[in-house]
DNA sequence: CAGGAAGATTCCTCAGACAAGTAGAGGTGT
DNA sequence: ACACCTCTACTTGTCTGAGGAATCTTCCTG
């Protein structure tokens, strides 16, 4: 309990320090780190300890060794998880983002949308209505039906944007329910069908200002 | 050529095994690996190869061991990375979701810029004049006007975003102007300029429209 | 039944040895 | 002077054995 931060395993410690070494510039971009022997007698620690660390930051894709010519520098710092990025920023700036993203989409999927699609979206906006759920169940088939919509614009990028958003946004919506319910689900509910519409009969604007008038009320509601 | 397959360091490809085994749900999440020595002799390799495969997992998050415990499966895959997402990913659709999310930065921008910003983003501009330089030069000074664009939004996700959009965009644009160079280069830096110019003067629905704009025809020259 | 002690199991670290691969020095021939 | 080859030194890759440290399980005791 009281060594619970200091409890990290030789090797790891010696990769954080590693990496940040890295971070301070000691050994540039695309160099060569000293050799294993010379290096863990340095850091005053056996050649498997180093050679674990060392494989812990190429895993991270910070290193990379090749046999016979040493180990190299391949990024000066570990890539940032992206759901990490989104739970460490303010709610509102991430529903900002995601009505720049939702705009488009349901704009390019009134554009794009197949019979197949107008199909999926009147399924998935059924399956929305509010009968006596859980809170999760009907924020999972709220994501259900947005996602369909960027399903529907046909671009593979927004779609794994969404995605990324999707966790988020998921417990914040969540949490918001459960304090403070929806005035009226019946409304919220009609918005979502105008939005549907609009795609169907391929009003690229209305669709748009639709996303963007339920998002931009969403965004109230959370913050 | 057999070697060139199994060219990885075995330690290496036992890491692939595993996470092959892992994704197939031999080891569901949470569970428990067996013991070093016996899934070494079982893998028929080392304990230090075994244990440096684990590492290199552990590293990606797959992985998670704890002395006097064992190995534990904390992921059933990596989490892949933005970047390769994007170099994977259709340059159109990548362009189609920076316009979604330039647009809308441009409009906040307009609505929330410093003084501070303004004076930045004409630095910004009067650095990206096209003088005679090399193509990457001329590239890196646009995407670094536009950057400040998102800056000036204030939104830390949507910058977030753009740098992730950076090294694809940036790889394209200049692969572009290598093949052909732009008809007007003082037409692109006016269109740049009126840019600047709308966010300065907090006219937002002009700032979205010039973005929009801008890089509707990048998108048609990339495409 | 609660609590603690002992044992078994597991990962962690180190050391040494040899194999496999790479890069550079140096010689050789043209 | 240049290109090519060989050999050597160095580097990473792999295995084995040993002991230490942390954890979990079992069993004993009150």
């Known amino acids: ?26 050994w540039p971009l695309g160099h060569r780190l000293p ?8 850091l005053g620690v056996g050649r498997s300890t180093l050679r674990e660390a060392i494989r812990e930051l190429a895993g991270k894709g910070v290193l990379d060794s090749r046999q016979g010519a040493g180990v190299f520098v391949t990024a000066l710092d570990v890539v940032e998880d992206w759901d990490s990025v989104l739970r460490r920023a303010d709610v509102a700036a ?4 995601r009505i720049a993203i ?5 704009g390019l999927a009134a ?17 929305r209505a509010p009968e006596g759920r859980s809170v999760e169940e009907h924020v999972d088939a709220d994501m259900a039906l947005h996602r369909v919509v960027f399903v529907a614009a046909h671009n593979e990028v927004l779609v794994e944007l969404f ?10 919506m969540v949490h918001m329910l459960r304090v403070r319910p929806l005035a009226s689900e019946e409304a919220d509910h009609e918005a979502h069908a105008l939005l549907v519409e609009a795609i169907a009969r391929r009003d690229a604007p209305a669709a748009a200002a639709a996303s963007r008038t339920h998002l931009t009320a969403l965004k109230e509601a959370l913050a």
Chains 1, 2 share one sequence.
């Open 1 to 26: 309990m009281v060594a619970q931060l200091q409890r990290h395993p030789l090797a790891a410690q010696v990769a954080e320090a590693l990496l940040q070494r890295i971070r301070a510039g000691e």
């Open 35 to 42: 050799g294993e022997t010379t290096l863990a007698a340095r």
């Open 94 to 97: 991430v529903i900002e983002a």
């Open 102 to 106: 939702e705009t488009e989409a349901a």
């Open 111 to 127: 554009g794009r949308r197949t019979p197949s699609d107008v199909r999926t979206l009147r399924r998935a906006l059924a399956a």
């Open 163 to 172: 995605d990324a958003f999707v966790p988020r946004v998921r417990t914040a």
